[in-house]
């Protein structure tokens, strides 16, 4: 990688470019294969999950990021805005969707998939705060500063406006990252076979 990344928002015509970063960089992620289906399967819903992430399945106002190093895709982030949840769907909304979480996950896994999110809602903050939901860094670019680029661009607006921030993650060295870039472990807690930390920033001075 011969210049720092560029990040920003992403067009309308990037969706899928984000849905493929985010495929990619998500294949051994804890949390997402503890309820997706596995085995040969695996890669294919991963890639239908995020295919309808990018959309409107997280929530209609997400907020897209992508981040390009020579050209290239490199790594991509959703975001919700403040006092946005994700998955908060109506009646007719979680209608609408149970086929593509039973093709996805299977009963047993669409089970998994509900008490862990009951996990994840209880750690969230009291006050109103930015959700940093998916960060990923293509393999490709792995290790060359792709995630901080992110965080660093994604971060500064939030700072300007006193906007906390709060994410979950599974593993060690990205909680790590996250710590430097000013994220606290507010939380922890198990499943089977998988550790969540959920992590808060407070706003920076600008």
Same mark, same amino acid.
């Given at each position: 990688? @011969?210049?720092?990344?560029d990040?920003?928002?992403?067009?309308?015509?990037?969706?899928?470019?984000v849905?493929?970063?985010?495929?990619?960089?998500f294949?051994?992620?804890?949390g997402l294969n503890?309820?997706?289906r596995?085995g040969?399967?695996?890669?294919?819903?991963r890639?239908?999950?995020?295919?309808?992430?990018?959309?409107?399945?997280?929530?209609k106002?997400?907020?897209?990021?992508?981040?390009?190093?020579d050209?290239a895709?490199?790594?991509a982030?959703?975001?919700l805005?403040?006092?946005?949840?994700a998955?908060?769907?109506t %009646?007719?909304?979680?209608l609408?969707?149970?086929?593509?979480?039973? @093709?996805?996950?299977?009963?047993?896994?669409?089970?998994?998939?509900?008490?862990l999110?009951?996990?994840?809602n209880?750690? &969230?903050?009291k006050?109103?705060?930015?959700?940093?939901v998916?960060?990923?860094?293509a %393999?490709?670019?792995?290790?060359?500063?792709?995630? @901080?680029?992110?965080?660093k661009?994604t971060?500064?607006p939030l700072?300007?406006?006193?906007?906390?921030a709060?994410?979950e993650?599974?593993?060690?060295r990205?909680?790590a990252?996250?710590?430097? &870039?000013?994220?606290?472990?507010?939380?922890?807690?198990?499943?089977?076979?998988? &550790?969540?930390?959920?992590?808060?920033?407070?706003?920076?001075?600008?």
């Open positions: 990688m @011969s210049a720092p990344p990040v920003r928002p992403a067009c309308s015509d990037e969706t899928q470019t849905a493929s970063v985010l495929t990619d960089a294949v051994d992620e804890a503890y309820w997706l596995q040969d399967a695996k890669t294919a819903v890639r239908r999950f995020f295919n309808a992430a990018v959309g409107d399945v997280i929530h106002e997400r907020e897209l990021w992508l981040a390009q190093a050209g895709p490199a790594g982030a959703i975001w805005k403040p006092g946005d949840h998955f908060a769907f %009646p007719l909304q979680q609408l969707t149970t086929p593509l979480f039973i @093709s996805i996950a299977g009963f047993e896994g669409m089970k998994r998939a509900q008490e999110g009951a996990a994840l209880s750690h &969230h903050p006050q109103k705060h930015a959700h940093l998916f960060l990923g860094v %393999p490709s670019a792995q290790g060359r500063g792709v995630g @901080s680029a992110i965080l661009q971060l500064a700072d300007a406006r006193g906007v906390t709060y994410l993650c599974t593993a060690e990205n909680a990252l996250y710590k430097r &870039h000013g994220f606290e472990v507010t939380g922890e807690f198990d499943f089977p076979g998988l &550790h969540f930390w959920t992590m808060t920033r407070a706003p920076r001075p600008v």
